[in-house]
């Protein structure tokens, strides 16, 4: 059987979402800093790289969509999540050599029809469509890209205009 994955990568909470288009189960990945030298950063990718492997090696995976690097703000913040994206990127590909990156505006449009929606907006149009109600932003993304990839990947038809659009460029 088939499944596809939809990894929202954070240094916080990395959430996970997998399945084959019928059920589907999330798992979050909370991470907290062990301090600011180098090895305590890597310490913690380690970890955290470690735990979500763990968690995925078990199952055959088809495609796994990842939410792409956004360079908006905080750019210090931002080279720690390129670290951490980096080494799992790094691993990932040892249980999928379908690795697919989505940018951010590519899943907002997805999602909600509109590729600027704010994160509540998101939340707000997964639970309509999907009848899921997230509390943490981390696995609503996580499930949409999910939802990106069963539609991309050709498991499920997509329900809109703007999910065909979105999903264009990955077939």
């Known amino acids: 059987m088939s499944n596809i994955v939809g990894i ?30 180098v ?15 763990d968690y995925l090696k078990s199952h055959f995976i ?19 999540l390129c670290e951490l994206g980096g080494i799992l990127r790094w691993h990932l590909v040892d249980l999928s050599n379908r690795i697919v990156e989505v940018p951010p505006t590519t899943l907002k449009k997805f ?8 994160k509540d907006v998101m939340l707000a149009h997964i639970q309509k469509r999907w009848e899921q109600l997230f509390e943490s932003n981390d696995v609503g993304d996580a499930f949409g890209l999910y939802q990106l990839g069963l539609v ?3 498991i499920v038809e997509p ?13």
Request: hydrophobic share 40%.
């Open 152 to 154: 991309a990947e050709g």
């Open 111 to 118: 999602v909600t029809g509109k590729g600027n929606a704010p």
């Open 39 to 53: 090895a305590d950063r890597v310490m913690r990718y380690d970890l955290l790289v470690a735990s979500i492997l």
């Open 8 to 37: 929202d990568a954070s240094l916080t909470n990395t959430a996970v979402v997998i399945g084959d288009g019928r059920e589907w189960h999330a798992k979050e990945f909370p991470s907290k800093s062990l301090g600011e030298a």
């Open 62 to 80: 088809n495609a796994i969509y990842i939410e792409s690097y956004s360079f908006g703000h905080n750019l210090a913040g931002q080279s720690r």
């Open 159 to 171: 329900a809109t205009v703007a999910m065909a659009q979105a999903v264009k460029g990955f077939k």
